[in-house]
């Protein structure tokens, strides 16, 4: 009776590392390429790089930067804080305010157009199995430059902390194709 007691007390004591162990990190770092295909005119492609650090267990703090080129060159970059909400052990809902800045350089012709403006940005991960973590978001971006855009992201994990990822990303109605790889800390 004593060895059995011993061993759901050693089990219990575990779960909550197993649990941490396949939820959703918020600690991590990703790079990869971009392809917006007919975006106003112009087939941009770019670099996309964009990370996340939490501060404890339901805040965090996030930021991105897309540059992206053609005729008219893109540059898009947020900074701002979040809050995450379990629903359960494998999907979470979370939401956020940030700064946001575009600007769009038009090398040949006209300067730059840019602008600093506040952005309310969401949506929800799903932890589908050990490898395959999906997706999806919603960002509104206020100001001059204001917009609404989705994403559809899937990851999927090729080490314990590196993961390749994919998107999809309607920016202002325009489709985009994201890749890269994720490398979580």
Do not use: C
Not at 3 to 31: C, D, I, R, W
Not at 125 to 135: A, D, P
Not at 144 to 156: F, I, P, Q, S
Request: net charge negative.
């Amino acid at each position: 009776m004593k060895k059995t007691f011993q061993g759901l007390v050693a089990a219990a004591a575990l779960v909550p590392t197993f649990a941490a162990a396949e939820g959703l990190s918020y600690n991590y770092l990703e790079g990869g390429l971009a392809l917006y295909p007919n975006f106003d005119s112009q087939d941009y492609l770019g670099v996309v790089g964009r990370g996340s650090f939490a501060l404890d267990e339901h805040f965090f703090a996030f930021g991105g930067l897309k540059y992206l080129e053609d005729d008219i060159d893109l540059t898009a970059m947020h900074i701002g804080g979040g809050y995450r909400h379990g629903l359960d052990a494998k999907t979470d809902v979370w939401g956020g305010v940030t700064a946001e800045y575009q600007e769009y350089d038009h090398n040949h012709h006209h300067g730059d157009v840019d602008d600093t403006a506040l952005g309310l940005r969401g949506g929800l991960r799903h932890q589908l199995n050990e490898k395959l973590e999906l997706g999806a978001s919603a960002r509104v971006i206020t100001g001059d430059l204001d917009y609404v855009g989705l994403t559809g992201t899937g990851r999927y994990a090729i080490q314990e902390n590196v993961k390749l990822f994919a998107e999809a990303d309607l920016y202002d109605s325009e489709l985009g194709l994201l890749g890269g790889v994720t490398v979580e800390f």
